[in-house]
């Protein structure tokens, strides 16, 4: 049984940088896409970004697309969220989410009914 936890949360000042990651246990990142979603005060929860299981397809939303960067660690069993550039409006609770239905090589969607597996969520605020 797959379990994720999100690390890294914090307060961090505008302009500045953070960098989530999802630490699995229980089975093997690897076999699974994942993705990085956020729900902020008041908002839906939205999509930020996904990682095809062979880390080579990875998509964005237009709002993070170069300023945010998901990666994978495979000898950690993590995803990681590396966030340049934050501002207020990123401030949201940030949660990650797997699914091992997807070819290995195929780009997911931002969307929460294609991951089934989901972490509790870490809070990031940015804030002066």
């Known amino acids: 049984q797959l379990q994720l936890v999100e690390l890294g949360g914090g307060l961090v000042q505008p302009g500045g940088s953070l960098t989530l990651s999802c630490a699995a246990s229980g089975s093997n990142l690897d076999a699974y896409a994942v993705g990085w979603f956020r729900k902020a005060p008041r908002k839906g929860r939205e999509g930020v970004s996904s990682i095809s299981s062979d880390g080579t397809e990875t998509v964005y939303d237009d709002s993070v697309r170069g300023r945010f960067t998901i990666s994978r660690d495979s000898a950690e069993n993590t995803v990681s969220l590396q966030m340049n550039n934050l501002n207020p409006k990123n401030t949201a609770v940030y949660y990650c989410?797997?699914?091992?239905?997807?070819?290995?090589?195929?780009?997911?969607?931002?969307?929460?009914?294609?991951?089934?597996?989901w972490g509790q969520g870490t809070q990031v605020t940015v804030s002066s």
């Open positions: 989410a797997a699914d091992s239905r997807w070819h290995p090589t195929s780009p997911v969607p931002l969307r929460e009914s294609f991951f089934d597996d």
